[in-house]
């Protein structure tokens, strides 16, 4: 046995010990997690619930920016996920992220290319650029960012989006330094006044 804390419709929550070391969570006396020394042990796993979790997609068919916000602080990697997305403009397309403080929009590092047009690689320091240039360009993709370091703030970028209506996709790759801890994404342009038009947005984050 172990310590035991069994959740039961019947009597509540009861708690019986030993002196194993481990601690086992029940419920109605099957155990579905045992934690000890060695880590934690998943006795039941329900397909039903995911362990990523989805945001809301937003229509990006209006507004300069599409933001989500309140990203649980024990999250390590998010996935920006583009379909049919398009602005009404030919500004380049940017991803920023930020803390409780608000979006940050300087020292972002990186670089941006079109893949097969023999076009030289860009980087814009105002936030993660995902390159796109023509009003009539159609954007199909992703863009994850991994929290590489918690103690520092160092967060990673990298992205792949292709044209349905071009013969080329989109590679970038980047690095910035959160001051503070990350809750928020914000998806604009370097301009900051192009309007989106056309598609969805949305995020995964684990």
Known sequence: ???????????????????????????????????????LAIGQYNPSTS???????????????????SIPSWVKRITVMFSGVSTNGSSEYLIQIG????????NYLGQATYTGAGTAGVNFSSGFLVRSDDAAEVNHGMATLCLLDS??????????LGHSNE?????AAGAKTLSGILDRVR???????????????NILYE
């Open 51 to 69: 362990l990523i979790t989805s945001g809301t997609a937003v229509a990006s068919t209006s507004g300069t920016s599409i933001d989500f916000t």
């Open 151 to 160: 103690a520092t703030g160092v967060c990673v970028m990298s992205s792949l």
């Open 187 to 201: 998806i604009t342009t370097v301009n900051g006044t192009d309007t989106f038009d056309a598609g969805s947005i």
């Open 99 to 106: 803390t409780s403080a608000g979006i940050q929009t300087t």
């Open 1 to 39: 046995m172990a310590v035991t804390l069994n959740a039961s419709t019947s009597s509540g929550l009861v708690q019986t010990a030993d002196t194993s070391g481990q601690i086992e969570l029940q419920s109605n006396g099957t155990t579905k997690a045992t934690v000890s020394s060695s880590g």
């Open 167 to 171: 013969n080329y996709i989109t590679v």
